[in-house]
């Protein structure tokens, strides 16, 4: 067991024995909570946000809160579902690490919930086959594509350090994954910065190769934002949240094949894409909160964000994490 699993596995300990304190309630305590019970749970996913749509399938949200109507919002990336939780359209989201960065610099009102590690081949600088590119300083003056303020924008960036270059040495080219392919297909752009399962398909599909993948970067991460008024006014409930994240984690390690037939129901995409995504990702990967190492890979970020300018405000990332009540 690494380092990051066992943090994982203690922190989920730790929640559950909170969650089971806080169940040994005194008359007037229950009747408070009753009170103050919620009569809808707004979840904000993406097609690929795996342990939400395994969730989604298998209806566990709807087996944890019984007596709560669950709403499902699609979102195309991470920016879009910040977007809704600030706007309180979602009660809770799943992104990766970047788009939060830009949403917290830009001032939203965000809190992290929890955190599950990423693949250590989630992200990659894709090349047309043909391309005369061979290593990452070639990129200096080339068009790179990539989705603003998702995660590929934070692995640009460290991409960029590795080749001793800056922002002003390339063009990006703001594109959505699904632009991005059409434009690298037709050698519109240059490259690609892009995560799975686009790395993957693009693998299967021999439409494109792999210049640089995050294997060689420092660990990332994936997180479950919530509303701050949600986790306040409600943290019984967002306790229940990770319960049924880590349910959903559980039953995908136990069931690789059927996860994949899922993602690729919900994708779209080839079932052989969706094997191969599956089997990049770590197992098990349960959803913890937040330890200092992970808070200070954000803090990382910011300070990268901030010094490289692609950021207006520069925070403190510890101040925006949910601690659940002692």
Same mark, same amino acid.
């Given at each position: 067991?690494?380092? $990051?699993?066992?943090?994982?596995?203690?922190?989920?300990?730790?929640?559950?024995?909170?969650?089971?304190?806080?169940?040994?309630?005194?008359?007037?305590?229950?009747?408070?909570?009753?009170?103050?019970?919620?009569?809808?749970?707004?979840?904000?996913?993406?097609?690929?946000?795996?342990?939400?749509?395994?969730?989604?399938?298998?209806?566990?949200?709807?087996?944890?809160?019984?007596?709560?109507?669950?709403?499902?919002?699609?979102?195309? =990336?991470?920016?879009?579902?910040?977007?809704?939780?600030?706007?309180?359209?979602?009660?809770?989201?799943?992104?990766?690490?970047?788009?939060?960065?830009?949403?917290?610099? =830009?001032?939203?009102?965000?809190?992290?919930?929890?955190?599950?590690?990423?693949?250590?081949?989630?992200?990659? &600088?894709? $090349?047309?086959?043909?391309?005369?590119?061979?290593?990452?300083?070639?990129?200096?003056?080339? #068009?790179?594509?990539?989705?603003?303020?998702?995660?590929?924008?934070?692995?640009?960036?460290?991409?960029?350090?590795?080749?001793?270059?800056?922002?002003?040495?390339?063009?990006?080219?703001?594109?959505?994954?699904?632009? =991005? #392919?059409?434009?690298?297909?037709?050698?519109? &752009?240059? =490259?690609?910065?892009?995560?799975?399962?686009?790395?993957?398909?693009?693998?299967?599909?021999?439409?494109?190769? &792999?210049?640089?993948?995050?294997?060689?970067?420092?660990?990332?991460?994936?997180?479950?934002?919530?509303?701050?008024?949600?986790?306040?006014?409600?943290?019984?409930?967002?306790?229940?949240? $990770?319960?049924?994240?880590?349910?959903?984690?559980?039953?995908?390690?136990?069931?690789?094949?059927?996860?994949?037939?899922?993602?690729?129901?919900?994708?779209?995409?080839?079932?052989?894409?969706?094997?191969?995504?599956?089997?990049?990702?770590?197992?098990?990967?349960?959803?913890?909160?937040?330890?200092?190492?992970? &808070?200070?890979?954000?803090?990382?970020?910011?300070?990268?964000?901030?010094?490289?300018?692609?950021?207006?405000?520069?925070?403190?990332?510890?101040?925006?994490?949910?601690?659940?009540?002692?």
């Amino acid at each position: 067991m690494n380092k $990051l699993a066992a943090y994982g596995i203690i922190t989920i300990f730790s929640t559950g024995l909170l969650l089971s304190g806080c169940s040994k309630q005194t008359p007037n305590d229950k009747k408070n909570i009753d009170q103050n019970q919620i009569s809808t749970l707004n979840i904000g996913y993406q097609k690929a946000a795996l342990k939400l749509i395994v969730a989604k399938q298998n209806r566990w949200f709807e087996k944890e809160f019984p007596h709560v109507k669950i709403e499902w919002k699609e979102f195309p =990336a991470g920016p879009q579902t910040l977007e809704a939780l600030s706007v309180h359209s979602i009660d809770f989201g799943y992104t990766g690490d970047a788009p939060i960065v830009f949403a917290l610099s =830009a001032g939203k009102q965000l809190n992290y919930l929890g955190y599950e590690q990423s693949s250590r081949q989630a992200h990659a &600088i894709l $090349l047309p086959n043909q391309s005369p590119i061979k290593i990452l300083e070639d990129l200096k003056g080339k #068009r790179v594509a990539l989705t603003r303020g998702s995660s590929a924008h934070n692995f640009l960036a460290e991409t960029l350090k590795q080749a001793h270059l800056s922002w002003a040495d390339i063009q990006p080219v703001w594109l959505t994954p699904s632009d =991005a #392919r059409a434009a690298l297909d037709k050698k519109a &752009i240059d =490259a690609w910065a892009v995560w799975d399962p686009y790395i993957s398909a693009a693998e299967i599909d021999g439409n494109a190769k &792999i210049l640089f993948e995050s294997t060689d970067l420092p660990t990332t991460y994936s997180y479950y934002l919530a509303q701050p008024d949600f986790v306040k006014s409600h943290p019984l409930d967002a306790q229940k949240v $990770l319960t049924v994240l880590n349910q959903s984690d559980q039953w995908i390690s136990a069931h690789p094949s059927e996860s994949a037939q899922i993602l690729a129901k919900s994708t779209g995409l080839d079932i052989k894409v969706t094997q191969k995504v599956i089997a990049k990702k770590p197992s098990p990967n349960p959803v913890a909160l937040l330890t200092p190492e992970v &808070i200070e890979s954000q803090q990382k970020i910011t300070d990268l964000f901030y010094a490289q300018k692609l950021i207006p405000h520069h925070f403190e990332a510890a101040q925006f994490i949910w601690k659940p009540a002692q």
